[in-house]
């Protein structure tokens, strides 16, 4: 189980720098005063994806692009603000939408595999309680293999999110959304996002790691 610690403290970490940085940048307004669905919207349409609908949804960093039906959702801190820290999101995720419609490999293996590790990942844990309560090496092993799944979900997201974050600063740019003097508030804002990623990626590798020295034992 201390294997587990160094992931534990890079993601309290990793959700305190994220939190922060939003926290900070949600306060410093845009100088061309563009929302953040308005700048979806924007790069949306000149990518040539105005099918993709902008919608606003509750929740606090609850922002995502479904590839299933092809929305962008915006959380109303992001939909309706004008700061830098709801452009950079708004932008992160038309991101995602834009690797969606260029079939970006990565995301586009990660949506082919999700409704196998997703209900892997609900599953795993039970299974492998099971084997280690009863004994049983079989539950044991099938458990290990499906968190193997949730690690490897977890690996090729790192390049479907950093790779968003730096189609997001090219198309913020392109599109004028945001100054040559915005780019470094935005790029922090991206940047802390990236970590709760990395965080996550290296958890799931330590608790996989963990759960195979148990088996050993």
Same mark, same amino acid.
Request: no cysteine; aromatic share 10%; charged share 15%.
């Given at each position: ?9 890079? #993601? ?13 940048? *949600? ?10 669905? *308005? ?8 990518? #040539?994806? *105005?099918?993709?609908?902008?919608? %606003? ?17 915006? *959380? ?15 932008? &992160? %995720? =038309? ?11 990565? !995301? ?9 590790? #997703? ?15 009863? &004994? ?7 458990? !290990?293999?499906? @968190?193997?799944?949730?690690?490897? @979900? ?6 479907? %999110? ?5 189609? =997001? ?7 004028? /959304? ?26 799931? /590798? ?12």
């Amino acid at each position: 189980m201390l294997l587990l610690i160094p992931g534990l403290l890079f #993601g309290l970490y990793a959700q305190a720098k994220v939190k922060g940085s939003f926290r900070k940048y *949600s306060k410093v307004p845009s100088s061309n005063k563009i929302s953040g669905a *308005s700048a979806a919207r924007r790069i949306l349409d000149a990518q #040539g994806l *105005s099918d993709v609908n902008v919608e %606003e949804v509750p929740g606090t960093l609850t922002d995502h692009y479904d590839p299933r039906t092809r929305v962008l959702r915006l *959380s109303q801190t992001v939909y309706q603000g004008h700061s830098l820290a709801a452009l950079g999101v708004a932008a &992160h %995720e =038309a991101g995602h939408a834009v690797q969606h419609a260029r079939r970006y490999i990565p !995301i586009m293996l990660r949506t082919g595999i999700f409704p196998i590790v #997703g209900l892997g990942s609900q599953v795993w844990f039970w299974i492998f309680l099971a084997g280690m309560f009863f &004994h049983h090496p079989l539950l044991v092993n099938i458990g !290990i293999f499906l @968190f193997a799944g949730v690690v490897l @979900f977890q690996i090729i997201t790192l390049p479907v %999110e950093f790779n968003a974050s730096s189609r =997001a600063m090219v198309l913020l740019t392109q599109q004028g /959304i945001i100054m040559d003097s915005e780019i470094d508030s935005t790029k922090s804002v991206l940047n802390a996002a990236a970590l709760t990623y990395l965080a996550a990626t290296l958890m799931a /590798i330590l608790q996989l790691v963990s759960m195979l020295f148990m088996r050993n034992r």
